[in-house]
Structure formats: C-alpha cells, structure tokens
C-alpha cells in the first residue's frame, strides 16, 4: 500500500453535495478535518450552509458550481482546484437524479437528462480527477449508486438503468486502475429518508418500512459512514465491490 499523507490531510470532492447523503457525506469527512471540496449545480446557500457546518468541525472547504453534464464545467473546477492546490485525493460520485414512471411515457429528453447526470457525471468527473491519482499510486473512488441498480424497479427502469451503468463502470474501471493503486467501488443504498422519497404518501412509506427486515428507512449519516470506511488508506484492498446498505431488504 502506497502511502501518500496522512488521511486527515486529504482533500475530497463530494459531488452533489448541498443536501442528502452528499452532505452527511461531507459532514462525516470534516470530523477528521479533511479538505472538503462541495459541488453543487444550483443550491448556493445550502451548499454554503453545508460548508459552514463543515468549517466548525475544523475542515478547510471550497464550494464549487458546475453542471455535471458538462466537460467544460468540470474541467474548469479542475483548474479551479489544481489553483488552490486541493485536487481531491478522493471522488465521490453522488451527484444524481430520479425519474418515476412508466417506460411508455417517457421521452428521450427524459432518458438523456437521468444518463447525463447520473453517468454521464460520473464519468466525466472520474476522468477529469484520476490522473494525479494514478500518478501518485493512490486514490479512492467512490460511486454513489443504488439498490436499483442491483435489482430494477418498476416504474423506475430510467433509474435502475443509469445506476445498474454506474454499478458496471465501477467493477470495470476498479480493474483498469487497481495496479494504480486506486480503488473504486459504489455504494448502492436502498430507501433512504432524502428529497428523493418526498414524493412518497405517509402510508407508502409504511408499506415501504414493512418489507424491510429492520423495519425503516435508512439515514443519509448511515450511507455517509459506509463511504467514508471505503475512503480510508486501509481499506485498500476492497475494490470493483457493489455494495448495498439496506436494511435486509435485498440479499
């Protein structure tokens, strides 16, 4: 294992980062004090919002805005953060988006908007960051997928689609860069209390709970704490692995 600097020392970029399991992920970082790089595409204040709550538990931060979608604004964070000598040591991948309803419906609009963003982004922003990774022997990437991915959903096949992408990225490109010395695995939550349940009925909710063995929703903290294990330097010999905190509800 290739040992670079301390891990309380380490920079890592959190995409999506405003909100949900982006920002409890970037909360579980700043405990240690790392530098903590919070993207977001629109929600200036509560990526601001995040970021002061990261800065009192002694973290250095840096909020930065770019469509995920795009090369163009990732390569400008790039050069923004090679500036300010924070190229992140460690990528989550955690920026994405839902659909919901039936494939009969959907446009192509629809299909290109939940690719970009939930591969596509990924994509663009592992490519953009693994190089000094791979020059230094070591790095962590992280993606954020989803149990969806795993095992489909009715009603949700855009998202299951980009995700079971995602899940077949990782594996690939874990192999590609293991003699790198960088890692890269994807975290596949099942339900968990974010933004994107809010469209969910109270009594839905509670069927929901009902078919998980342990009863309820997961937190966004639960996920956080999963990735930051995959994040740290020993964990260096877990890699190309899916792995999907839920409850009990799909084995």
Same mark, same amino acid.
């Given at each position: 294992?290739?040992? %670079?600097?301390?891990?309380?020392?380490?920079?890592?970029?959190?995409?999506?980062?405003?909100?949900?399991?982006?920002?409890?992920?970037?909360?579980?970082?700043?405990?240690?004090?790392?530098?903590? %790089?919070?993207? &977001?595409?629109?929600?200036?204040?509560? =990526?601001?919002?995040?970021?002061?709550?990261?800065?009192?538990?002694?973290?250095?931060?840096?909020?930065?805005?770019?469509?995920?979608?795009?090369? #163009?604004?990732?390569?400008?964070?790039?050069?923004?953060? #090679?500036?300010?000598?924070?190229?992140? @040591?460690?990528?989550?991948?955690?920026?994405?988006? $839902?659909? &919901?309803?039936?494939?009969? @419906?959907?446009? #192509?609009? @629809?299909?290109?908007?939940?690719?970009?963003?939930? !591969?596509?982004? /990924?994509?663009?922003?592992?490519?953009?960051?693994?190089?000094?990774?791979?020059?230094?022997?070591?790095?962590?990437?992280?993606?954020?997928?989803?149990?969806?991915?795993?095992?489909?959903?009715?009603?949700?096949?855009? &998202?299951?689609?980009?995700?079971?992408?995602?899940? =077949?990225?990782?594996?690939?490109?874990?192999?590609?860069?293991?003699?790198?010395?960088?890692?890269?695995?994807?975290?596949? +939550?099942? =339900? %968990?209390?974010?933004?994107?349940?809010?469209?969910?009925?109270? @009594?839905?909710?509670?069927? !929901?709970?009902? #078919?998980?063995?342990?009863?309820? !929703?997961?937190? +966004?903290?639960?996920?956080?704490? !999963?990735?930051?294990?995959?994040?740290?330097?020993? /964990?260096? &010999?877990?890699?190309?692995?899916?792995? $999907? +905190?839920?409850?009990?509800?799909?084995?």
């Amino acid at each position: 294992m290739t040992f %670079v600097k301390p891990f309380s020392e380490q920079t890592v970029l959190v995409t999506g980062a405003s909100r949900g399991i982006g920002a409890a992920i970037a909360l579980r970082f700043a405990a240690v004090g790392m530098q903590i %790089v919070i993207h &977001y595409r629109e929600s200036h204040e509560a =990526a601001n919002e995040i970021a002061r709550a990261c800065m009192k538990q002694g973290a250095k931060v840096f909020t930065v805005s770019a469509d995920i979608q795009s090369r #163009e604004h990732i390569l400008k964070m790039r050069d923004k953060l #090679e500036q300010m000598n924070m190229l992140p @040591d460690i990528v989550v991948n955690n920026a994405g988006i $839902s659909h &919901y309803g039936m494939l009969a @419906d959907v446009t #192509e609009e @629809d299909w290109d908007r939940v690719m970009d963003v939930n !591969l596509k982004g /990924s994509f663009l922003c592992t490519q953009a960051f693994m190089a000094p990774m791979i020059k230094q022997k070591y790095g962590r990437i992280i993606n954020v997928s989803s149990i969806w991915g795993i095992s489909g959903a009715s009603c949700e096949v855009l &998202y299951s689609t980009a995700k079971g992408g995602l899940n =077949a990225f990782t594996k690939a490109l874990a192999k590609e860069l293991a003699p790198s010395g960088v890692t890269v695995n994807a975290v596949a +939550p099942g =339900a %968990v209390h974010t933004d994107m349940m809010a469209g969910f009925q109270p @009594d839905e909710i509670a069927a !929901l709970e009902n #078919e998980i063995p342990v009863g309820r !929703l997961a937190s +966004p903290n639960e996920v956080a704490s !999963l990735v930051y294990f995959l994040a740290l330097p020993e /964990s260096s &010999y877990i890699t190309g692995q899916i792995i $999907s +905190p839920n409850g009990g509800w799909h084995t």
